[in-house]
């Protein structure tokens, strides 16, 4: 059964950095698209960035670009989000997910960890 399971959320200043740690497990993850996405109040979850667990390859939202980077450790199994230069505007509900090669939607979800940035 594919877990995945978030961690490194908190309370930071404006401008400050937090990176974000997600432990995946339950099966080999080739082939996957891992993404983070994220839930204010009140708005609908929205995608953040994303890595092809295989070759690296990254996407990221027009919001986050430049200040968050998203990477993979295959060793540990884990997939990492760097947030640096944090806005207010990037408090939310942090959510990983996983999507399968032959699947054009992100099937396993974490349970989400809060990141909080302060004015």
């Known amino acids: 059964q594919v877990q995945l399971v978030e961690s490194g959320g908190g309370l930071v200043q404006a401008g400050g950095s937090l990176r974000l740690s997600c432990a995946a497990s339950?099966?080999?993850?080739?082939?996957?698209?891992m993404g983070w996405f994220r839930q204010a109040p009140g708005k609908e979850r929205e995608f953040v960035a994303a890595?092809?667990?295989?070759?690296?390859?990254?996407d990221y939202s027009d919001s986050v670009k430049g200040r968050f980077t998203i990477s993979r450790d295959n060793a540990k199994n884990t997939v990492s989000l760097q947030m640096s230069s944090l806005k207010p505007e990037d408090t939310a509900v942090y959510y990983c997910?996983?999507?399968?090669?032959?699947?054009?939607?992100?099937?396993?979800w974490g349970q989400g960890t809060q990141v909080t940035v302060s004015s």
């Open positions: 339950g099966r080999t993850f080739s082939g996957y698209r």
């Open positions: 997910a996983a999507r399968p090669p032959e699947r054009n939607v992100y099937v396993y």
């Open positions: 890595i092809r667990w295989s070759f690296g390859s990254t």
